[in-house]
C-alpha cells in the first residue's frame, strides 16, 4: 500500500490567480488543528491592555498598570506596521514556486548565497517583527541555515527608514560603519552555520530535499509572471495565508510585547545613562538588557542612540541593536518552531554574541 508520506509528489499546476496563485504544498501529511491556546491569549491580553492604554487618562500613567498598558499602547503603535508588511510577504513568498526563491538567493550554501541573503535583508523595508516571519518562511522555501541567520542579523534595523533616522540620530559615518559591521557579522555567522551543517553537528534544512532540478531564473521568472492574475478574492486569501505562515512569529511577538511593557513599567527609563557607559561593565549590562527587553526596531534605535551620544559608548550601541537581534526570545523560539531543532536556536547566540561583543569593546575605544 503507498504511503501518502513517501510517494514523490507530483507537481501541481499553476493556477492562474495571483493574488495570487495556490500556496505551494510543501507536504501531504498534515496534522489536525489544535487550539492555541498560548497565541490566543497573548492577542487577548495585548489587546485588552491596548484598549486601556488608549482610553486611559494621563495622570493614571503614574502608576505601574497605567505605565504597563501605555507601554502596550504605545510599542504596539511603533510595530503593527512591520507585522502587516511581514504578513504580506509571508502571503506572496507563499506563492512565489520554491525553486524560484532559491533560484534569486543561490542555492549553493556558499559565500555567494550569504551575500545574496544578507543584501536581502539589509534592502528590505522592515522591521525586525517582519523581518523574522520573512525569514522563517524562507528557511521553509529552503534557504539553508547560514541564509535565514546572515538574513536576519543583517536585517532589523538596516532597513532604509531607519538608516535614514539614525543619520540624524548618531551620524553617516556611525551609521555606515554599524551596518558595514552587521554585514560582517551576518557573512561569518553564515559560514558557520553552514559549515556546522556541513559537519552534521546541526541538522540540514529538510525543505531543501523538495527542490527540483536547477534551472534558469530567467525561465522560472517569466512562468510565474505570466501566471499572475489579480483579484480580490485572490488578495484576501493571500493575506489569510499570510496571517497562518506568521503565526509563529506573531506568538512569540506578542509574548515579547507583553514583557517589554512589564519591563517598562518597573525599569526607569533612566537608567540607561547611568549603568551602560563605554565601560566594560557597561557593555555586559547593555547584553543583558538587550537580551531582557524586547523591542521592535524602531524601538531599539532611539535606545542605542541614547547610548551613543548619552552614555558616550558607540560600542554599547552597536551591541544593543546587534546583540538584541542575537540574543531576542522572540527571534530564538520562532526560529525553534520553525526548524524543528533546538540546537539551531541557540547556536545563533553562540555564534553571533562573541563577535558583537568583541567589536562593541573596539568600537568603545576606537
Request: glycine share 10%.
Amino acid at each position: 500500500m503507498s504511503d501518502c508520506c513517501h510517494e514523490q509528489k507530483v507537481p501541481k499546476p499553476a493556477v492562474s490567480d495571483c493574488c495570487a496563485t495556490e500556496p505551494q504544498d510543501d507536504g501531504c501529511c498534515d496534522q489536525p488543528a489544535r487550539r492555541d491556546y498560548f497565541f490566543w491569549s497573548c492577542i487577548a491580553l495585548v489587546t485588552v491592555s491596548y484598549i486601556a492604554g488608549a482610553l486611559q487618562p494621563a495622570h493614571v500613567h503614574d502608576s505601574a498598570l497605567g505605565l504597563f498598558t501605555s507601554g502596550i499602547f504605545e510599542l504596539f503603535n511603533q510595530m503593527w506596521w512591520g507585522i502587516v508588511l511581514g504578513v504580506v510577504f509571508v502571503g506572496i513568498l507563499a506563492r512565489v514556486p520554491r525553486d524560484l526563491v532559491m533560484g534569486i538567493l543561490g542555492r549553493n550554501a556558499g559565500l555567494g548565497g550569504l551575500l545574496r541573503a544578507t543584501s536581502a535583508g539589509v534592502l528590505l523595508d522592515l522591521c525586525s517583527h517582519g523581518i523574522l516571519a520573512v525569514g522563517m518562511k524562507l528557511y521553509e522555501r529552503g534557504a539553508s541555515a547560514g541564509q535565514v541567520m546572515a538574513f536576519l542579523l543583517a536585517s532589523p534595523w538596516n532597513s532604509f527608514s531607519l538608516t535614514l533616522i539614525l543619520f540624524g540620530l548618531i551620524g553617516v559615518g556611525w551609521t555606515l560603519l554599524f551596518i558595514l559591521l552587521s554585514f560582517v557579522i551576518g557573512i561569518i555567522t553564515g559560514l558557520i552555520f553552514d559549515a556546522l551543517v556541513n559537519r552534521g553537528t546541526l541538522p540540514p534544512n529538510p525543505h531543501r530535499e523538495l527542490l527540483g532540478e536547477e534551472r534558469p531564473l530567467g525561465p522560472m521568472w517569466a512562468e510565474f509572471r505570466s501566471s499572475i492574475a489579480y483579484s480580490w478574492g485572490g488578495t484576501g486569501r493571500l493575506l489569510k495565508d499570510g496571517v497562518e505562515g506568521s503565526r509563529v512569529v506573531i506568538r512569540w511577538t506578542f509574548f515579547g510585547l507583553l514583557l517589554a511593557a512589564l519591563i517598562r513599567a518597573t525599569v526607569p527609563e533612566d537608567a540607561f545613562a547611568t549603568w551602560f557607559g563605554a565601560s566594560f561593565l557597561g557593555l555586559w549590562l547593555t547584553l543583558l538588557a538587550a537580551t531582557i527587553i524586547e523591542v521592535c526596531s524602531e524601538g531599539a534605535t532611539p535606545i542605542a542612540a541614547d547610548l551613543m551620544t548619552r552614555a558616550a559608548a558607540p560600542g554599547n550601541s552597536f551591541t544593543f541593536l546587534m546583540a538584541g537581534v542575537a540574543t531576542d526570545y522572540t527571534e530564538i523560539m520562532s526560529i525553534r518552531d520553525t526548524t524543528k531543532s533546538w540546537k539551531i536556536a541557540l547556536y545563533l547566540p553562540l555564534i553571533a554574541v562573541p563577535q558583537v561583543m568583541l567589536l562593541g569593546y573596539i568600537l568603545n575605544h576606537f
